[in-house]
């Protein structure tokens, strides 16, 4: 089959397309790929920066959707069915094997190209927005980053939670994106605390969702209202802030971590419960990916590279050739 590999770990730049031997079953879920997303992550796997840091050469691609080829007994799969899956590994080649817990129905509505962009984020700011945020209904929530992958996932599982979302851009092609993904706000990126403040009445929002981090994490703290909560998702910006603690006092906010992966590691089960309570959302139409560029296995390394220089806009996704 073919597969977009990374070889070296020098930036997006180093992927390449090979042949290589199909993924055995062994007790997983064997899928034939029609799509699979671009996250973040791949970005800093092909620089050897991420946590997880695969022996070479390896094959990208976190999450996909396709048609399942075959599937162990018990498991609740059977060949043709419409899957969306995340294997974590493996996505950016023709086919890809995936364990049973992270393997999901594709409601027949969603598209192929929709489900491969669900799995990471959608069930990063569910767990983010409900278990480790506490989100209710009324609540304010600002999100960083609100055109791209996490950021339209945020506004929308918020929004169909009941809150109200403020989404930063840092253009009118942005702000576009977060609006058509149900963003009740747009603010500009330079000045957003100012901006949360007018909207606010002066009593800043009940949660902060970033996925960038940098320098603007310090204004996110003082955009916060009392006992609001900042979901600290990611780094897209390169550095990782740090905060003083006192500023925690003052209105007695706090800073949580949100690291999906690290929790249903430990807990397999954990995935599958909340692609069930995202489902009868999937039917609504309440939650739809807005879809960036598609690119051909061929142009997996500039598909990565898009995503890495911050030019994306909506989710980004490879697609092999069939």
């Known amino acids: 089959m073919r597969a977009a590999q990374v070889t070296r770990l020098e930036g997006p ?7 290589v031997p199909e993924p055995a079953g062994d007790g997983l879920v064997v899928i034939d790929v029609t799509a699979a997303g671009v996250t973040f992550p791949d970005a800093l796997l092909t ?9 070479l050469p390896f094959v990208p691609g976190s999450e996909v959707a396709g048609v399942v080829r075959a ?8 060949a043709g069915d419409r899957v969306a899956a995340f294997p974590g590994l493996g996505g950016f080649a023709d086919v890809v094997a995936a364990s049973p817990d992270v393997v999901f129905p594709l409601p027949g509505n969603v598209s192929f190209e929709a489900g491969a962009a669900l799995p990471m984020n ?7 927005l409900i278990r480790r945020g506490g989100l209710r ?20 599982v918020a929004k169909a939670l009941g809150a109200r979302v403020f989404a930063v851009v840092s253009t009118e092609g942005k702000a576009a994106v977060a609006r058509a993904a149900g963003a009740d706000e747009t603010v500009p990126a330079e000045g957003f605390r100012d901006a949360v403040k007018e909207l606010t009445g002066g009593t800043g929002v009940d949660m902060v969702v970033d996925p960038v981090g940098g320098d603007r994490f310090t204004d996110s703290l003082r955009s916060l209202a009392t006992e609001g909560r900042l979901l600290t998702i990611g780094f897209t910006a390169g550095e990782i802030p740090t905060v003083k603690v006192n500023r925690l006092l003052l209105n007695n906010i706090s800073v949580v971590g949100v690291g999906w992966g690290a929790f249903w590691r430990a807990r397999p089960d954990y995935p599958r419960e909340q692609w069930a309570d995202l489902l009868p959302l999937l039917d609504a139409g309440q939650l739809d990916p807005p879809l960036g560029r598609t690119f051909r296995l061929e142009e997996a390394a500039e598909a990565v590279a898009e995503l890495e220089e911050r030019r994306a806009t909506g989710k980004v996704l490879v697609k092999p050739d069939r």
């Open 122 to 128: 959608y069930l990063t700011v569910h767990f983010g």
């Open 71 to 78: 599937a162990p007994a018990g498991s609740g799969l059977a």
């Open 137 to 156: 209904a009324g609540e304010t929530v600002l999100v960083h980053g609100a055109a791209g992958g996490v950021g339209t996932a945020a506004i929308q």
């Open 47 to 55: 620089r050897g920066l991420y946590q997880i840091k695969p022996e």
């Open 13 to 19: 730049r180093s992927i390449e397309v090979s042949d």
